[in-house]
């Protein structure tokens, strides 16, 4: 939707700007935020980073955490605010304005220029300018076309590469899921080119835990794992008294499901955590299997094919039998996807 041209002339004067993301921002979402909001801080406009809920402390080291404002009751009004007087609003990372809570109506009602860069599926109807291809395997790989289609690839330097060489390492699963494409490649190639620190990047992401964290990872593997062998499927269901006793931060659940894929045989992998509000799942699978189609089917949710999230409000025994009735309807898929 939109015509570069219109970008481009909104941007061609100091604008101020409004970047968001959605609600629990991974690294894709917040690499794609700080390295659109550094890069347009160089050209000389007013930004402000705002973010629906708090996220990873894996995170912080990115350039410009420390002035992101992540939003809550208390500062409602303050939000309000950088949202009604900004010229310039930029959604990152999701297609629908519900996934940035009481943002969304927020970014609705604005009267700024709204621009929207995302590769997820069913876009809402509410950007001016739209830069969406769910082929890209991240956010943050179409920011970096973005910020060359703008002819600015000369202003991005080593801090905005890695914001976004984290996004793209994280949504393809450290280059194994097969949205690694030669494209993938060749944006990684130039990021490093700029002066990207590709090792520093996966050890802050992937290598930072802590003491709790591993300890939640060993019980969740030795207690939590369960294995439906007639169905190909794996899950954890993670209660809120266990996540309490763990003490358990935004993010320590991160990449837990994908040790339940990583079983030999599983073509489904589902972890159920119950955080208080609700049960959040995040679904994984291989192949053709369709994940996405169970979590917005079933489940209030919706993402990419193999990877996808959903939300109930009943208990987390309820969501859990309900998953395995589910399960039924989709067993011939199943089994043809394990038999490839």
Aim: hydrophobic fraction near 40%; glycine fraction near 8%; charge should be negative.
């Amino acid at each position: 939707m939109g015509d570069i041209n219109s970008l481009i002339k909104q941007l061609n004067t100091p604008n101020k700007i409004v970047i968001t993301t959605h609600h629990k921002p991974d690294a894709d979402a917040l690499g794609s935020s700080l390295g659109m909001a550094n890069y347009l801080i160089k050209k000389g406009h007013n930004v402000k980073v705002i973010t629906p809920s708090d996220y990873p402390g894996f995170l912080h080291w990115m350039k410009g955490n420390d002035d992101v404002l992540v939003f809550t009751d208390k500062n409602s009004k303050q939000v309000e605010k950088f949202i009604d007087e900004a010229d310039t609003i930029i959604t990152l990372d999701f297609s629908v304005l519900h996934r940035i809570n009481e943002m969304g109506e927020m970014v609705r009602n604005a009267k700024a220029f709204k621009v929207n860069v995302d590769h997820h599926l069913e876009p809402e109807d509410f950007a001016d300018y739209r830069l969406w291809d769910t082929k890209a395997a991240s956010t943050c790989e179409l920011c970096f076309e973005l910020i060359v289609m703008l002819g600015d690839k000369a202003l991005i330097d080593k801090d905005i590469a890695e914001c976004l060489y984290a996004g793209i390492m994280t949504d393809t699963g450290g280059f194994r899921h097969p949205n690694t494409t030669q494209n993938v490649h060749e944006v990684v190639a130039e990021l490093i080119g700029i002066g990207a620190d590709n090792a520093k990047v996966a050890k802050e992401i992937y290598d930072t835990n802590s003491l709790n964290r591993l300890k939640f990872l060993g019980f969740a593997l030795s207690k939590k794992l369960e294995v439906l062998p007639e169905f190909h499927t794996a899950y954890f269901a993670i209660t809120n008294d266990e996540l309490d006793q763990f003490e358990s931060k935004t993010g320590d659940t991160e990449g837990l499901v994908n040790y339940a894929l990583s079983l030999e045989g599983i073509v489904l992998a589902v972890l159920f955590k119950d955080s208080g509000d609700g049960i959040k799942m995040s679904f994984r699978s291989i192949g053709d299997f369709p994940a996405n189609e169970i979590a917005s089917k079933y489940f209030n949710g919706g993402g990419h094919r193999n990877a996808a999230g959903g939300k109930t409000d009943g208990t987390l025994e309820e969501t859990v039998d309900k998953f395995k009735s589910v399960l039924i309807d989709y067993k011939p898929l199943l089994d043809s996807e394990k038999n490839k």
